[in-house]
């Protein structure tokens, strides 16, 4: 990739973009262009966020030497996210660079109707990662489960960032909300408003709104069936584009990339068609799974703790939901990258997808052993099928009785007649 | 002589021509392909681990015969994968030939026989009467019966529902692209995306796929008990007509 970059001096023009979801592909289809543009970029939100050059430098040692990164480990890392987020290699200074920028960025975390179980994957990890510290670190102006002041000093700080930073500050909101009941199914702080003003107040003025976990993406477990308070993703509350990041809870990785990949061009990154960025939702998991193998060679789990989950093998008849969802736990993993489900001996639960709750229940069964949806009908596919089968051939065994019977009937009758 | 007492007794038989050579392909290639893909697609929903080795399979010698030995050497999930789509492919052909016949077929087009055209729906009718009464047997003739047509239709609908619910989960692992090009994942998702907000989501994509090959085979059960029947009550060789593709058309029946 470094080579390329150089010996592309003398024929870029004609280069094509290397990859279909280049994320930085809208800036411009000529790369030196698109560094000049990242780089004016990334120079003038240092200037905008640091005073002088020495505050610059130390900013991230800093930060990290609480946590005992090294910086090798920090340059290791951002090898490792200019990786996942499918950039050139000649991006990852510039990645460190964005990396040091949104550690100043003004920053709202808003949590609505949910566990804040992202907040919780994010902020307390035992060895945590550059990505964790760095979510850590943020200038955060206003997080409900970490910030100092509280009531009314609190709504202060926040009315007071969507005014003084407008279209600067990164909106994360994390949990579903409530629309039920004009959305007084959540009120929030001294005022006591409800989540979905809240919301709407503070997506408004956002430079960038990203919505973490499940529930914010797509309403999640609050939004699983009844639904009794009415609860919907923030794309369905807001006319502002939305970028989602869900799963339960969200990779720290995916959060951060899409973060550094704003500072590094201002721009969401390419989403798909439920507003997920390709670079990170774009593999399926059953296709990326390191048990995918034994998927083919027919070798599963067949009971919880058999000598086959010992051996590894694939998950897909405890109910994997690999084959139905689309995330990146199988190459960016979690817990400080070290593991997924599936490596952890469990299938997926399908979490990064839309109604997830409904759709991918039963978690430990196959899909083909999930409820079908027809009114009336409390059964598998199969067994419905077998019943109507069964049914059918109860119908054609009765009819060709009666029609052996009533031939008999018939033709005793005729011979009858002609005896006459 | 003998063969005037016959006519009295079973009347006049003529011959009627009713598949050609092509159909008669068509009939037994979508047998087998159903048939094929019915099993695979079992295997598939559900692993039946009969063939396949389990940990406790593994040393049995009745069952590891099949495929015993090392991981690389099984591979059964790809096998019954692979023919699936073998026979997916068949039937996503022989649908568009059949669609074609339907229309413009020389011999007999389904549209001839087909309800809304005419007094088909009284036809369908009667022969809905006759199978229950056993009486007034509809007139044989040079084209299938609309009851026929009618049933025929809604299986290959079902068909073709199997056709973009397959082709829905099958593009699932597409990543944008492939070796032909761009185009095929596009008019996958094109022309079956539709499936995903009416089933629920991939998963019920699934569900309906595997309920639909039911209806697929209740209609298998249908239609061979329908054929005995009539082949049994009418006795104009209508069992023959996938093999031959000729009937009788007798001017007499018993149950007239």
Known sequence: ?420 | MENKENINKYGEINLVHRMTVIKRIIHWTFFLAIINNIITGFYIAYPFLFFGKTPTQSDSLSTGIVNSGETNQAFIMTWMRDFHFIGAVLIDVIFIVWLYLAFFSWKEPLYKSFLPFGDKLEEAWKMIKHYFTLKDKPKTGRYQDPLNAFVFTIFHLLILLQMLTGFQMYVASFTGTSAVGAWWPWLMHFSTDWTLFIFGGLTGVTIAHLFIMWLIIIFIAYHIYIEVWRSVMWKEGDILIPFGGYKYIRNKSETQ
């Open chain 1, 1 to 420: 990739m470094d080579n390329d970059n150089h010996s592309c001096d003398n024929n870029c023009k004609e280069k094509k973009p290397a990859f279909k979801w280049d994320p930085l592909r809208f800036i411009s289809k000529n790369p030196d262009e698109v560094l000049k543009k990242v780089d004016k970029r990334l120079d003038k939100l240092e200037k905008e966020y640091f005073k002088n050059t020495k505050e610059k430098e130390n900013n991230l040692p800093n930060i990290f030497d609480i946590y005992g990164v090294s910086r090798r480990d920090f340059l290791k890392w951002s090898a490792f996210l200019t990786s996942t987020l499918m950039l050139p290699y000649i991006f990852k200074p510039r990645i460190a660079r964005a990396a040091n920028i949104l550690t100043r960025t003004p920053f709202i975390w808003l949590d609505m109707a949910d566990c804040m179980g992202n907040t919780e994957a994010f902020i307390r990890n035992a060895n945590p990662t550059p990505a964790e510290i760095i979510i850590n670190y943020v200038s955060v102006n206003y997080m409900e489960s970490i910030m100092a002041p509280a009531g009314y000093q609190a709504e202060a700080r926040r009315t007071e960032t969507i005014k003084k930073d407008k279209g600067k500050y990164i909106l994360v909101v994390e949990g579903a909300i409530p629309t039920g009941m004009d959305g007084k199914f959540l009120t929030i702080g001294a005022k006591g408003d409800t989540g979905i003003k809240i919301v709407k107040e503070t997506a408004k003025n956002a430079g960038i709104t990203i919505a973490i976990g499940n529930c914010a993406a797509y309403g999640g477990i609050p939004a699983a069936s009844p639904n009794p308070t009415n609860a919907v993703g923030l794309s369905s509350v807001t006319n502002r584009s939305v970028i989602n990041i869900p799963a339960c809870p969200a990779n720290p990785v995916n959060v951060v990339g899409t973060l550094v990949e704003y500072i590094l061009t201002g721009k969401a990154p390419q989403l798909d068609n439920i507003g997920r960025p390709l670079w990170a939702y774009s593999g399926r998991l059953h296709d990326n799974c390191y048990r995918r193998g034994h998927f083919e060679a027919g070798e599963y789990v067949r009971h919880w703790g058999d000598a086959g989950a010992k051996k590894e093998y694939c998950l897909y008849m405890m109910g994997c939901k690999g084959p139905f969802t689309w995330n990146n736990c199988t190459t960016a993993e979690y817990n400080q990258d070290t593991s997924f489900p599936m490596r952890a001996g469990h299938g997926c639960i399908g979490c990064s997808e839309p109604v997830f709750w409904d759709r991918m229940t039963p978690f430990e069964k196959p899909n083909a052993d999930a409820k079908i949806i027809i009114p009336g009908v409390e059964a598998t596919a199969d067994e419905f099928g077998v019943a109507l089968l069964g049914a059918a051939g109860v119908g054609i065994a009765a009819h060709a009785i009666y029609t052996g019977i009533k031939k008999k009937n018939e033709t005793k009758k005729s011979s009858s007649k002609k005896e006459d």
